[in-house]
């Protein structure tokens, strides 16, 4: 069973930075798949903000991140990072990091019903 593990979640003031990551585990190698990282802020639905086909790096960025948020994979570490610049309040949320295989959801990162596994989340609050 693929297992995803996030972390480097945090509190952080506004226009300040953090680096999510989502390392695989269970004897998989992400390879074929589709990772996202999604977020669910208090009382409104999940969304997609950034996704990448870990085959060959081609990206995704939702509108409200592009220019601040940056998508990696670490082919060494079968790790998929998220750098977070220039944080708003309205960043706030739990990130979660999700994966299917590419032939099942092609490029799709929207709000994740698609993927079937899940990390467990990491907060994310930016308040001053």
């Known amino acids: 069973q693929l297992q995803l593990v996030e972390s480097g979640g945090g509190l952080v003031q506004p226009g300040g930075s953090l680096r999510l990551s989502c390392a695989a585990s269970g004897g998989f190698t992400l390879d074929s798949y589709y990772i996202g990282w999604f977020r669910q802020a208090p009382g409104k639905e999940r969304e997609g903000v950034s996704c990448i086909s870990y085959s060959d790096g081609n990206s995704y960025y939702d509108d409200s991140v592009k220019g601040r948020f940056t998508i990696s994979r670490d082919n060494a570490k079968n790790t998929v990072h998220l750098q977070i610049d220039s944080l708003k309040p309205e960043d706030t949320a739990v990130y979660y990091c999700?994966?299917?295989?590419?032939?099942?959801?092609?490029?799709?990162?929207?709000?994740?019903?698609?993927?079937?596994?899940w990390g467990q989340g990491t907060q994310v609050t930016v308040s001053s």
């Open positions: 999700a994966a299917e295989p590419q032939v099942v959801v092609g490029s799709t990162c929207n709000g994740g019903r698609e993927y079937h596994y």
